[in-house]
């Protein structure tokens, strides 16, 4: 799905990104990845044709090969991006982006407790520790992961690093390695890897 690129500064336009993002919601998330919010420029992830979806699909392409519209694909095998912060926050001066990083924690929390992932995999270092209390205080067993953003000369780590862990990462349909894993605690899981 290709959308003309308006910036994302009003009720409506963030409407129209949660709209969008749901549309894409699996039915179960079996990965959970974790950006820090949709841009401001309007290069939302689940609008296409933007640099996030490009790396994405570079890196999972090289992994479990081509196929299809990657978006659909993204969404059956259980994976799902959302964002820390539901409001655009990549033109906010640091202190206040940070303030509203750390203010979302505890929505992020809800929705981590209410999508059940098996792995979060947070795509900004920077909000992996956010991230991951986000997880503990939802009572999440999942896996956590972070990789950097593939932006600002980070898209090769970005690359490398998602090319490690994509075959870690449980699809749908899942295998029995990871329905047999999914009944352990979270320390008996790490184990695994």
């Known amino acids: 799905m290709t959308r003309k690129r308006t910036l994302i500064s009003d009720v409506a336009s963030m409407m129209a990104v949660e709209k969008t993002r749901a549309r894409y919601r699996p039915d179960r998330i079996t990965t959970l990845f974790v950006g820090e919010s949709a841009p401001a420029s309007g290069d939302f992830f689940y609008y296409g044709e933007n640099a996030m979806l490009r790396h994405m699909k570079r890196a999972t392409e090289a992994v479990l090969g081509e196929g299809g519209d990657f978006l659909e694909r993204f969404k059956s095998y259980g994976w799902y991006l ?36 098996l792995v979060i995999v947070s795509v900004l270092i920077s ?22 953003f593939p932006g600002v000369g980070q898209q090769a780590r970005f690359h490398r690093e998602m090319i490690e862990i994509i075959p870690r990462l449980p699809r749908e349909p899942m295998n029995q390695e990871w329905l047999a894993c999914s009944t352990y605690t979270f320390e008996e899981r790490t184990s695994f890897w």
């Not at 959302?82 to 929505?107: G, H, N």
């Not at 991951?132 to 067993?141: F, R």
């Open 82 to 117: 959302d964002d820390l912060v539901l409001t655009p926050v990549d033109k906010l001066v640091p202190s206040e982006r940070r303030a509203k990083r750390l203010a979302a924690t505890e929505s992020l929390r809800d929705r981590i407790a209410a999508y059940r992932p």
């Open 127 to 148: 909000i992996r520790s956010i991230v991951e209390a986000a997880a503990k205080a939802a009572e999440s067993n999942a896996l956590l992961f972070g990789v950097p």
